[in-house]
């Protein structure tokens, strides 16, 4: 009987490590959200991936066209915006990370104060630091849930 709790031994370990892989890449999402609503440009291009794609209306590659396509969250008075994980799947080898949730676009206008929708972001562990690869979100207009509203307004648990 002991063989078969050795060979169930790996998966045991793995689903462990995949969980701390998953928390990792979690809370960094929600800190490259924080350098959003901080508005602290250097801090946001750090998480990005040197070979970056976020695809909105056009596609802007590498972290100086991302960082200029996301200019107006940076600048005095603009638009802010608020995202956090719901979904986070890691690869086997845990070097990839696939992210979804919702984001908040508070655009202070009074016709349309509040934009909601869903990013989806993959992220790739470039040797102990988790960078965005790929990023786009959609559903621009969405009426969120519940559980996004709240999602977006708890505690994230992660370190600073």
């Known amino acids: 009987m002991s063989w078969l709790w050795l060979s169930l031994l790996p ?20 800190a490259f959200s924080n350098s959003a609503e901080r508005r602290d440009l250097a801090a946001f291009k ?11 209306g ?22 802010s915006i608020r995202w956090r ?12 990370a696939l992210i979804r949730g919702p ?9 349309n104060p509040e934009v909601w929708g869903h990013f989806i972001s993959t992220w790739r562990l470039n040797g102990e630091r988790w960078q965005v690869l790929f990023d786009s979100g959609g559903d621009n207009g969405m009426t ?8 977006l307004e708890m505690p994230d648990g992660c370190p600073p």
């Open 58 to 79: 056009q596609i802007s590659r590498g972290p100086d066209e991302v960082a200029a396509g996301w200019a107006p969250f940076f600048a005095e008075g603009g638009p």
């Open 144 to 151: 969120p849930t519940e559980e996004e509203r709240a999602l």
């Open 46 to 56: 750090s998480f990005l991936d040197p070979d970056a794609r976020f695809v909105a």
């Open 11 to 30: 998966l045991l370990l793995s689903s462990e490590a995949d969980a701390d892989v998953r928390e990792q890449a979690r809370c960094a999402e929600i």
């Open 103 to 111: 984001y908040r676009v508070t655009t202070g206008s009074p016709d």
């Open 85 to 96: 994980p719901a979904v986070v799947e890691v690869t086997r080898d845990g070097r990839m």
